[in-house]
């Protein structure tokens, strides 16, 4: 047999209607369907080689050894590419990311999405995107959508074949559409999104609220994405994001993601658009936050973000492609 080694790039997503909820823990079925946009400068990279020359999984990520409870998700879903293709040997996997790790910037959707793709080629099976897309949702929801460029919506699903992404439109579409991503913190946080989905669908008196509105925003994003009508696409998202904050902070214990700095930028999005700086924000479950704007505004917005003087970082992206193989391996 040659060389069981393949190298994948997947962007991350930004959900402008949030996964929010899991209907099942085991196959990661959600409660309601999201929609999200991939991203395009940020990107993570992946290469796996399965051979016998290694006696466990290893992995790394940016050269780094990659923390337990991380690990521990990766042979899992290396186990499920494995048995699926009958391959048994065990395998190296690096991978290299080119934004902040664990700072709610997604990372957990490029990555099992880049992680998917180069691991299943490499156990040689030859997956259509939808394919790609059922399998890369059991290692981590959102990154069902980064399989593909665009704007992309996760079908919920009623069973593991039936919930998966499909594109709405593709990378090309809405050039002027711009998300600001403003790192504030780069400390963990205390309740990883999967713990915090958990607790809000089980504690929140808000969690049914949530699900009731959750169609009709997913019906006028999708409209939002089809006319281009930025208004539409920036409020629905924005109120979207509190939607699903306000479960968290409704929740037992109370989940607050924010800190002072998440909130001072929140302030700063509503006072750019009094000032008629049309710009929305959204959030996931971090401290830091994302504005959504039109490409002529983008300069003007960072301006007033770095007078905050808050920003550790901010990365600007347009709308990326989906995920796809690379000749150039990391090792
Ligand atoms: C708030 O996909 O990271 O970012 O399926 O448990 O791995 P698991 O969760 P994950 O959840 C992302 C949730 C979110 C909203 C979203 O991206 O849709």
Redesign the pocket.
């Known amino acids: 047999m040659g060389e069981m080694k393949a190298t994948a790039i997947a962007h991350p997503n930004l959900?402008l209607i949030?996964?929010?909820g899991k209907m099942d823990e085991v196959q990661?079925l959600p409660m309601n369907g999201?929609i999200?946009v991939t991203l395009d400068s940020y990107f993570t990279k992946v290469t796996v080689e399965f051979s016998d020359a290694y006696d466990k999984d290893i992995a790394t990520i940016n050269g780094n050894e990659i923390p337990e409870n991380t690990m521990t998700r990766l042979v899992k879903h290396l186990d499920r590419i494995r048995s699926l293709s009958g391959v048994k040997l065990k395998a190296r996997g690096e991978a290299q990311i080119n934004f902040p790790i664990g700072a709610g910037l997604?990372s957990?959707?490029s990555g099992f999405a880049a992680l998917t793709l180069a691991a299943s080629t490499a156990a040689g099976m030859n997956l259509n995107k939808k394919e790609l897309s059922i399998l890369s949702r059991q290692g981590?929801?959102?990154?069902s959508r980064s399989v593909y460029g665009g704007f992309v919506e996760w079908l919920k699903g009623s069973s593991s074949e039936e919930s998966y992404a499909a594109q709405i439109k593709d990378e090309k579409w809405w050039p002027e559409l711009k998300d600001i991503a403003i790192v504030v913190s780069t400390s963990a946080r205390k309740v990883d999104?999967?713990g915090g989905?958990k607790i809000a669908k089980d504690t929140s008196p808000y969690y049914s609220s949530w699900l009731e509105n959750v169609s009709r925003d997913l019906e006028s994003m999708r409209k939002a994405i089809n006319d281009k009508n930025f208004t539409l696409l920036g409020k629905i998202a924005e109120r979207n994001s509190l939607m699903?904050h306000g479960t968290a902070i409704s929740s037992t214990p109370p989940l607050i993601y924010w800190v002072p700095e998440t909130v001072l930028i929140m302030q700063d999005v509503l006072k750019m658009r009094e000032d008629g700086i049309e710009c929305y924000f959204t959030l996931?479950?971090g401290a830091n936050i994302h504005i959504l704007s039109m490409d002529r505004d983008v300069k003007r917005i960072n301006e007033r973000i770095e007078a905050t003087g808050v920003a550790k970082s901010i990365g600007i992206n347009g709308a990326g492609s989906g995920a796809e193989i690379i000749d150039k391996h990391l090792f």
């Open positions: 959900a949030k996964y929010w990661l999201s999200s997604a957990s959707s981590s929801g959102s990154s999104t999967r989905m699903m996931d479950t």
